[in-house]
Nanobody, 122 residues
Framework: QVQLVESGGGLVQAGNSLRLSCAAS????????MGWFRQAPGKEREFVAF????????DYADSVKGRFTISRNNAKNTVYLQMNSLKPEDTAVYYC???????????????WGQGTQVTVSS
């Protein structure tokens, strides 16, 4: 069983940056594809980014391309999401998740963190 714990959320002004972290325990972190998703009030959970186990393959939602960067440190069992040029529409609860294969579909992720709130003010 893999446990995921996100951190780094908060309240920021538009144009600023935040770095989210997700620490994993209880499994073989380096074998998983790691993803970030977000869910805004009244909306469905949506894909943000994923990174392959060896960090070679990455994919981003169009809405965050060029602004967000996903990375991982397998030695620290941690995945990161660097968020730059934040916009009010980025406001959401951000979740990290683990999957056995590369996918943007949330139903294909087996393990989820509890989420961290990101609020971007205009």
């Amino acid at each position: 069983q893999v446990q995921l714990v996100e951190s780094g959320g908060g309240l920021v002004q538009a144009g600023n940056s935040l770095r989210l972290s997700c620490a994993a325990s209880g499994g073989t972190f380096s074998s998983f594809v790691m993803g970030w998703f977000r869910q805004a009030p009244g909306k469905e959970r949506e894909f943000v980014a994923f990174i392959s186990w060896n960090a070679i393959r990455k994919d981003y939602a169009d809405s965050v391309k060029g602004r967000f960067t996903i990375s991982r440190n397998n030695a620290k069992n941690t995945v990161y999401l660097q968020m730059n040029s934040l916009k009010p529409e980025d406001t959401a609860v951000y979740y990290c998740a683990a999957a056995p294969t590369r996918t943007t579909v949330p139903e294909n992720y087996n393990y989820w963190g509890q989420g961290t709130q990101v609020t971007v003010s205009s």
